[in-house]
């Protein structure tokens, strides 16, 4: 770091101690971001012209090349549209299997357990095997298909889970596939969820549908900003319960007291009731009215749900419903996790150090001291 920087930081920051102000040559201090911008600021405001000019044009070259980003991400939505095609059999195929209307060959379903290894079992257990396979089969009912295989998922995902409510879980029994949609070449960027349902008690809608509306454009007033397409609206679909079905709403009864006379009648009201399927009821956005704290909060959890069910659930469904997925989600929040606590305690055993050294009185050798 510039020894100029150095003793600006250093003398900028109150929280530094002035006796080590002398010192500044054989320290790099950790400047708090608010001091850094600060610092920039101010060497940007002194430079010569010439210089600002150069830096100006640097700057252009960066607009250009998030307009090239955005071009970019523009026709990786393409591809992705070209491939949901090629994958589209595949899911369909697996609907069929999930709602047992094909039932898989032998071929299909044979799979090498990472756990057994079939080769290196005695020939006499296996015809064992075989025999109590029979007698179980004989007794057991036979499902049809992979019985709550969405379901399972929902359960099992806790992103999903923490929307799921005890009056959803026979409704989503129902639940047969879910489709992802990507919009065409001449249309606005976005995506469609598509939730399918066989004929059920509760609603007559055979598919729920949720639009995301998304933009791949740096913004003309801070273009520096831009990361890429975002989710920047979304659409519900109106659900056709059938009557006393509807579990967005439930019924309350409330006493009502005559202010004149002093009687009092009861009166029933319907208020809105947690559910999964509020998801298909999502915040409207205005361009004039800003949404409160609370609000953005609902709808930014929607988005990463719609994102989480494109790029995760529905290309992976069967991980999830095996937990095979879960646990590779896992696996990456411990590793963010134990490299967290490793930072926290060597921060821990350096203050330590720190203060071991400070009782005892002994100075830091010169070789020690932060370079």
């Known amino acids: 770091m510039n020894r100029d920087l150095v003793s600006y930081v250093l003398t900028s920051n109150p929280s530094v101690d002035p006796r080590e ?6 320290r790099t201090p950790i400047c708090s971001h608010n001091v850094c911008l600060l610092f920039l600021s101010q060497l940007l405001s002194s430079l010569p012209k010439s210089v600002k000019r150069r830096v100006n044009a640097l700057k252009n070259l960066q607009v250009n090349s998030t307009h090239i980003e955005a071009k970019f991400y523009k026709e990786v939505h393409e591809l ?9 059999p595949l899911f369909d195929k697996r609907r069929n299997i999930v709602s047992g209307e094909v039932e898989p060959t032998d071929e299909e379903c044979e799979w090498q357990s990472d756990h057994e290894d079939e080769a290196a079992l005695a020939e006499d257990l296996k015809k064992k095997a075989a025999i109590e396979e029979k007698k179980e089969d004989a007794n057991e009912e036979k499902p049809k298909g992979v019985p709550e295989f969405w379901l399972t998922i929902f359960r099992s995902v806790d992103m999903l889970s923490d929307m799921l409510q005890e009056h959803d879980e026979p409704i989503l029994k129902h639940l047969q596939d879910i489709k992802v949609i990507f919009s065409g070449p001449d249309q606005p960027m976005s995506f469609t969820l598509e939730f399918h ?4 008690e509760y609603f007559t ?12 454009e740096p913004d003309a007033e ?3 900003s831009f990361e890429g397409p975002e989710i920047i609206d979304c659409d519900g679909c109106q659900i056709d319960w059938h009557k006393g079905k509807d579990v967005t709403v439930k019924t309350i009864k409330k ?4 202010k004149g006379r002093g009687t009092a009648r009861v009166i ?4 809105p009731n947690d559910s999964f399927f509020n998801f298909f009821n999502p915040i409207k956005v205005s ?6 704290e609370d609000s953005e909060y609902t709808l930014a959890t929607d988005f990463e749900i719609g994102h989480f069910f494109r790029e995760r659930i529905v290309p992976r469904a069967v991980l999830y419903f095996t937990g095979e997925a879960l646990e590779d989600d896992e696996s990456f929040d411990e590793e963010e996790l134990d490299e967290g606590e490793e930072e926290d305690q060597d921060e821990e055993d350096e203050d330590d150090e720190e203060e071991g050294d400070s009782k005892t009185g002994n100075p830091q050798p010169a070789e020690c001291k932060q370079q």
């Not at 102000?21 to 054989?26: A, E, P, R």
């Open 21 to 26: 102000k002398g010192n500044v040559q054989y």
């Open 80 to 88: 992705e549209r070209k491939y949901s095609a090629l994958y589209q």
């Open 197 to 200: 349902f066989e004929p059920n």
């Open 205 to 216: 809608n055979t598919v729920l549908t949720k639009v995301y509306k998304m933009k791949s």
């Open 222 to 224: 801070d273009p520096f």
């Open 255 to 258: 006493k009502q007291k005559h």
């Open 268 to 271: 029933t009201k319907q208020v």
């Open 287 to 292: 361009p004039d009215k800003e949404l409160d």
